[in-house]
């Protein structure tokens, strides 16, 4: 089975630019999660959905990040304007609904702000 | 809220040698606990899931060991590899949420 895919690997920008990446989670997971990863630390939780529902985003920047998705599969963050802490590596996971709850991750993408 | 730690931050062993790496957390009320491996780079390769009713899971070289009770679970790594090399992480799902809480980590060095 095909495993997380994230777009792009790598993006560079500076402060104050928008970015948005890109998450198209396993086949049937309905669970995806948007993960921040700063250089050291382990992945704190962003966003979590439930099909095209958002379940908890208490930990989401709203005045800067945004993310959706639509028709419950696809899925993209969005972060406009950009900080310099911002720089870190986004992760996205997915997991089945009533299974064993086992995370799967994509490769991420590398951010950083200049 | 579920505060989870893993010590040693960064381990160095000769290769062939046998380790353990440590995960903590405060809140005993878990559903599972699962294991990864971080590559520099990229992103995380789950390594063992260990249900709240199981005690250990092995996946060849590896064993990893859940004690809800005392809040602590360890990952063994028998014969280590430089190929093993990595960090390791933590995450842990309560029971009521299905949220995931992770350490930050124990970056692991193998030397040949």
């Known amino acids: 089975e095909a495993g997380v895919a994230q777009s792009p690997r790598y993006k560079i920008i500076e402060k104050r630019q928008s970015v948005a990446f890109w998450c198209n989670p396993i086949s049937g997971h309905a669970t995806l999660y948007w993960y921040q990863q700063i250089l050291g630390q382990g992945p704190k939780l962003l966003i979590q959905?439930?099909?095209?529902?958002?379940?908890?985003d208490s930990q989401l920047p709203k005045d800067r990040f945004s993310a959706e998705r639509l028709k419950g599969v696809d899925s993209t963050l969005k972060i406009q304007p950009a900080k310099l802490e911002d720089s870190a590596v986004y992760l996205c996971?997915?997991?089945?609904?009533?299974?064993?709850?086992?995370?799967?991750f994509g490769p991420g993408t590398r951010l950083t702000v200049l | 809220k579920q505060e989870v730690t893993q010590i040693p931050a960064a381990l160095s062993v000769p290769e062939g040698e046998n380790l353990v790496l440590n995960c903590s957390f405060t809140?005993?009320?878990?559903?599972?606990l699962q294991w990864f491996r971080q590559d520099p780079g990229k992103g995380l390769t789950s390594l063992l899931l260990i249900q709240s009713s199981q005690r250990e899971q092995t996946s060849g070289r590896l064993n990893a060991s859940l004690d809800k009770s005392s809040g602590r679970s360890t990952l063994y790594i028998a014969a280590s590899q430089p190929g093993d090399s990595a960090t390791y992480l933590c995450a842990v799902r309560p029971r009521n949420f299905n949220k995931f809480y992770f350490g930050s980590g124990t970056k692991l060095n193998v030397k040949p």
């Open positions: 809140d005993s009320a878990i559903y599972n």
């Open positions: 996971a997915s997991l089945i609904a009533g299974g064993p709850n086992e995370q799967f």
């Open positions: 959905f439930q099909n095209n529902g958002v379940v908890d």
